[in-house]
């Protein structure tokens, strides 16, 4: 089958796989546990979005040349996608911690006043996920595992 052998869609899928796992070690270092959720979350260190688009547009460069129609679309198409995880996802991960903040008083009010009996309801609430985008450097290193590791799975392969 063809799709075995796209080199830039393995490339951007292992550079995904791979920025979404050592986020696990990575944050074990200052807490001291492991955290499995962030096998599957968004946000942290490394941006596996960085990663994802630099791997393909690395991974086109190899291929096709750094002349290619095909470069130029991922690596725009790259640029967009990081530029949003410093920009308009993490401001979204802020309005998340605001909001969140919000609600625990809210509810904090409306158990002191009403004396409100059923914390059930309360503990079955989700907050509003925090660690939506990612800090400068975040996607630096996201963006830099992703090109590194397509020039190495394609001297490997």
Not at 76 to 87: E, L, Q, S
Not at 100 to 110: E, G
Request: aromatic share 12%; charged share 15%; hydrophobic share 50%.
């Amino acid at each position: 089958m063809e799709i075995f052998q796209n080199f830039p869609l393995w490339a951007a899928l292992i550079a995904i796989g791979f920025a979404q796992f050592i986020k696990v070690p990575l944050a074990f270092i200052p807490t001291r546990k492991f955290d499995w959720r962030l096998l599957t979350s968004t946000g942290g260190m490394p941006s596996s979005h960085s990663a994802a688009v630099t791997a393909l547009a690395t991974a086109i460069a190899l291929e096709y040349g750094f002349n290619s129609p095909l470069f130029a679309i991922s690596t725009v198409f790259g640029i967009i996608v990081m530029f949003d995880a410093t920009g308009i996802r993490r401001h979204a991960g802020y309005h998340a911690t605001v909001l969140n903040q919000l609600m625990a008083d809210f509810n904090k009010l409306v158990h002191e006043v009403k004396s409100w009996p059923k914390m059930e309801e309360k503990e079955k609430r989700e907050e509003l996920k925090e660690l939506l985008g990612h800090q400068p450097i975040e996607v630096f290193f996201g963006g830099l595992l992703g090109i590194v590791l397509t020039l190495f799975l394609h001297a490997v392969l």
